[in-house]
C-alpha cells in the first residue's frame, strides 16, 4: 500500500453494527480499497464488555492494513485491546490528563470539536490532532459547512493536524480536502456504499490523488 503523505488522507469510522462479525467483515472488505491513515471505533450504546469483545476483534484487522487503530471513549478497553490511540471528548482537564499519561505511547485524538476558542484550548494541550464535527454527524450528503470553516481555519494557521468530518456523499471529500486539513473522515458515505466499502475506498483515493491540493505545493 502507498501512502499519499502530501495530501489529504482518508479516516475511516465504523458505523454502529450490531453484529461484531457483520462489522468486522465491513471494515475488512474497507481496507481492501487502498489507503486508509486510521479507523476509529466508537462505543455506540455498547456496554464495556461488548464494547471490549468488539475491539478486540477489530483491531488486529485495522493495523493489518496498516491503518492506525483508535478506540473513542474507553481508555482501559483501548489498552486491553491494544489499539494504536485514543480519541476523546471532554472537559480541558480531561482532556490534559489524558494526553499526559497515554502521549506519546498512544496517539490520543480530541473529539467533537464545534468552535474556535475551545480549539485553541485544546490546542494549547498538544494532542495529537482534532476532530471537526461528530462521530456520527454525516446526516448530510455535504459536509457540516461549520466544520469545514473550522478546519480551513485551523488548518491555516495550526501545525497540530485536524480531521473534518465529512458527508453521505462520496464527493465531500474534495470539499474538506480543499480545506487544508490533513484527514478526511467517512463512515455512512463508505459502509452505506452500494458499490461496496472497498469501491468507495478506492473511489475516495481516486478523487484525492487526481484532485486534492498537494501540502507541498
Not at 490528563?97 to 480530541?110: N, R
Not at 485553541?120 to 476532530?131: K, M, T
Amino acid at each position: 500500500m502507498t501512502y499519499a503523505d502530501n495530501r489529504c488522507r482518508l479516516v475511516l469510522i465504523v458505523p454502529d453494527i450490531e453484529d461484531d462479525d457483520k462489522a468486522a467483515e465491513a471494515v475488512e472488505h474497507a481496507l481492501r480499497g487502498g489507503d486508509v491513515a486510521s479507523v476509529i471505533l466508537p462505543q455506540y450504546g455498547m456496554n464495556d464488555s461488548a464494547f471490549q469483545t468488539r475491539a478486540e476483534r477489530l483491531v488486529p484487522l485495522i493495523q493489518a492494513a496498516e491503518a492506525a487503530a483508535v478506540v473513542a471513549g474507553d481508555t482501559r478497553v483501548a489498552g486491553r485491546a491494544k489499539a494504536d490511540g485514543l480519541h476523546i471528548v471532554g472537559t480541558a482537564e480531561e482532556l490534559g490528563e489524558a494526553i499526559g499519561k497515554f502521549s506519546p505511547k498512544l496517539i490520543v485524538g480530541v473529539g467533537a470539536v464545534a468552535e474556535r476558542h475551545t480549539a485553541l484550548e485544546i490546542g494549547e494541550l498538544r494532542p495529537d490532532y482534532v476532530f471537526f464535527g461528530k462521530l456520527d454527524g454525516d446526516i448530510k450528503p455535504e459536509a457540516h459547512p461549520k466544520n469545514v470553516a473550522l478546519g480551513e481555519w485551523w488548518a491555516s494557521m495550526v501545525e497540530i493536524p485536524c480531521i473534518v468530518m465529512g458527508g453521505t456523499d462520496i464527493a465531500s471529500v474534495l470539499t474538506v480536502a480543499e480545506t487544508g486539513a490533513e484527514f478526511v473522515a467517512l463512515r455512512l458515505a463508505v459502509f452505506d456504499s452500494p458499490a461496496g466499502c472497498a469501491a468507495a475506498v478506492a473511489e475516495v483515493n481516486a478523487i484525492l490523488d487526481e484532485k486534492a491540493p498537494r501540502f507541498d505545493a
